[in-house]
């Protein structure tokens, strides 16, 4: 399923018809075109919404992935009650993407080469961060440690910290940042791939500490959203803000890889950094 | 006594107050203290004890908030005996939002660092109500980082809304300088003492909140997200489920402790800090100490796979098979 995201908050899951069209370029597309090219317009290069499985289909050695901990499943430890019960939200986003919870982990390879791979999913609660993303980021990241392999998480969170589990959620923003401190310690590679959208929490944690930072194009990346700065500072945001183009400009991002390129630059990485 | 500012559910305790205050301005003239008034002054402490044992979230987050609420200055001012404080990043400039120095405490010299919001609306604004940029993050954890070259520990007292949400903030790298300090704290082999001193706002909070030990004074709070901001995402009415979502988001002393994200809860004194500094103050003191002491034995290696674990603890998740997990919970 193709899906359309992007800063003007296209309804997720729409065109799930033979044709769509583009929310940059307004070209209509051959729904079927779009998915031959990873979701990805075949016209302008808008990078749509991938789902975390098929990300590690186009990012992996075909049929290579060996998932990790399947069976780690959240939890409603603060009876979380807001217009709907978060145990309710949780069934209802099982069931819409077929995850457990907003991550997908495990072991696979990229041109022959071994590494962790963790990959969010932004269909789910909006890729946010609770305790099983935080627990599953740990256990990869002390994994990849174990085995001597470098890891490869992928984040596409507009969600932050999730709201639902309270302060367990913003505690897994350091935990796993303790994890990564370990990693490089321990001289292990973490290459952090930022897509549309990575926010709050999870921008402000493991999404910013890649010993190598990519982004994938046009992506909105930042801390605090747009609207809550535009409620703080009541001016015009630049033209651009919290692009990947504009962290690449304010030196916070190391390259801006477009998703058919991902493998191979990441590849070249492994190349300079590998033991 | 200066005129305080009174929270709509304290109404009956300052009115209380003034009625009593006459009836002893009174009774001067006359001998000793009458029964009327030893009466009232216990009616008044039960009250306090009343309104403040019952605390709805809401209320709480607008006591942590209270603008006469002690601040890192004012601690600084009652707990320490020394304070050099230290600017600046080293490069961009000097975040007035987190304020950081050596000061002693006790016996201890620490590097004490913390958020100050500021009392006047010059120093406010100055202050930015303690919402920091990205410098006031480097500047903490430079300071920090010295510390931990000569073991000193260091003592982080949190009070800000949440990092400052704005243009310049984002262009600086605020994402990047908070995980920055997530990774860097965990990593610092001197003892780290955090303190929830009023507000703590979200990763603005955390980003000095990396500790061997966590505190939070009784009426302080700790979120992932303010209520206002939760409700407009989860109830999409602007800020008008506030009260529910402080509610539903276990933000108080009690729900944390509980949840063992806090080790302990820093009691205090009655009708809450604002009403009294000088005795919160020192109940603070005695928790840093002890704080101190506890961990002045661990070396250095110790404090960070301790802190490790700590941290890697906290998270609440069910795994196995999902039918072994419905026996367990019905066994």
């Not at chain 1, 990564?180 to 590679?189: D, I, Q, V």
């Not at chain 1, 926010?199 to 402000?204: E, F, L, N, P, Q």
């Not at chain 2, 010059?122 to 202050?127: A, G, I, L, P, V």
Request: charged share 25%.
């Amino acid at each position: 399923m193709v899906m359309g995201t992007g800063q003007r908050r296209t309804k997720r899951g729409v065109p799930e018809g033979l044709w769509m069209s583009c929310p940059d370029c307004k070209a209509t597309l051959y729904t079927k075109d779009v998915e031959q090219a990873q979701n990805v317009c075949p016209q302008c290069g808008h990078h749509f919404y991938i789902s975390a499985r098929r990300r590690l289909d186009s990012l992996l050695d075909q049929g290579s992935l060996e998932e990790w901990f399947t069976d780690v499943r959240p939890k409603d430890p603060l009876e979380f009650v807001d217009r709907k019960a978060y145990k309710d939200r949780l069934r209802a986003e099982q069931k819409k993407t077929d995850l457990n919870d907003a991550i997908v982990c495990g072991r696979g390879f990229i041109r022959g080469r071994p590494l962790a791979v963790c990959v969010t999913d932004s269909a789910f609660s909006m890729g946010s961060m609770g305790s099983v993303v935080g627990e599953m980021l740990v256990r990869s990241i002390e994994r990849a440690i174990d085995l001597s392999l470098p890891i490869v998480i992928v984040s596409a969170s507009g969600g932050g910290a999730r709201m639902q589990e309270g302060i367990l959620s913003l505690m897994q923003m350091a935990k796993v940042s303790a994890a990564l401190g370990r990693l490089s310690r321990a001289g292990g590679l973490y290459i952090s791939v930022l897509t549309n959208p990575t926010m709050g929490g999870v921008a402000a944690s493991f999404a910013s500490l890649g010993d190598i930072c990519l982004a994938e194009p046009r992506a909105l990346i930042g801390f605090a959203g747009p609207r809550t700065i535009w409620a703080t500072v009541r001016i015009e945001l630049p033209k651009g803000f919290q692009t990947s183009e504009f962290l690449l400009e304010h030196g916070f991002v190391d390259r801006i890889v477009s998703r058919h390129d991902m493998r191979g630059e990441i590849s070249r990485i492994f190349d300079y950094c590998g033991k | 006594m200066e005129k305080i500012f009174q929270l709509p559910f304290e109404k009956p305790i300052y009115d209380l107050e003034a009625q009593l205050a006459d009836l002893e301005a009174k009774s001067v003239s006359q001998f000793g203290v009458s029964d009327e008034v030893r009466r009232m002054r216990r009616e008044l402490d039960n009250m306090k004890r009343k309104i403040y044992g019952n605390l709805t979230a809401w209320q709480t987050i607008t006591v942590a908030r209270h603008p006469n609420r002690p601040q890192t200055s004012d601690y600084i001012e009652l707990v320490c005996d020394e304070f050099v404080e230290l600017h600046g990043d080293k490069a961009f400039g000097d975040d007035r939002a987190i304020v950081t120095g050596f000061a002693k405490i006790g016996d201890y010299k620490v590097m004490l660092v913390g958020h100050q919001k500021g009392k006047t609306l010059k120093e406010r604004n100055e202050r930015l109500f303690g919402c920091a940029h990205p410098e006031g993050y480097r500047k903490a954890i430079a300071k920090m980082q010295l510390a931990a070259k000569y073991r000193v520990p260091i003592i982080c007292l949190i009070d800000t809304p949440g990092a400052y949400p704005g243009i310049g903030a984002e262009e600086r790298g605020q994402s990047q300088m908070i995980a920055n300090n997530l990774l860097e704290m965990s990593l610092l082999e001197t003892p780290i003492v955090c303190c929830v001193i009023g507000e703590g706002g979200s990763g603005g909070a955390l980003g000095i909140g990396v500790g061997d030990r966590i505190c939070m004074l009784q009426f302080a709070y700790y979120s992932v997200i303010s209520p206002e901001g939760c409700s407009g995402i989860l109830w999409k009415d602007g800020d008008g489920s506030k009260e529910k979502a402080a509610e539903a988001l276990k933000l108080t002393s009690n729900h944390l402790s509980r949840l063992g994200i806090v080790d302990n809860v820093v009691e205090e004194p009655l009708g809450g800090a604002h009403r009294d500094h000088r005795s919160t103050a020192a109940n603070l003191k005695a928790q840093l100490l002890r704080y101190l002491r506890e961990l002045a034995s661990q070396s250095g290696e110790q404090l960070v796979q301790n802190r490790y674990e700590k941290f890697r603890s906290m998270g609440v998740f069910e795994e196995g098979d999902p039918a072994d997990v419905l026996a367990n919970a019905s066994a």
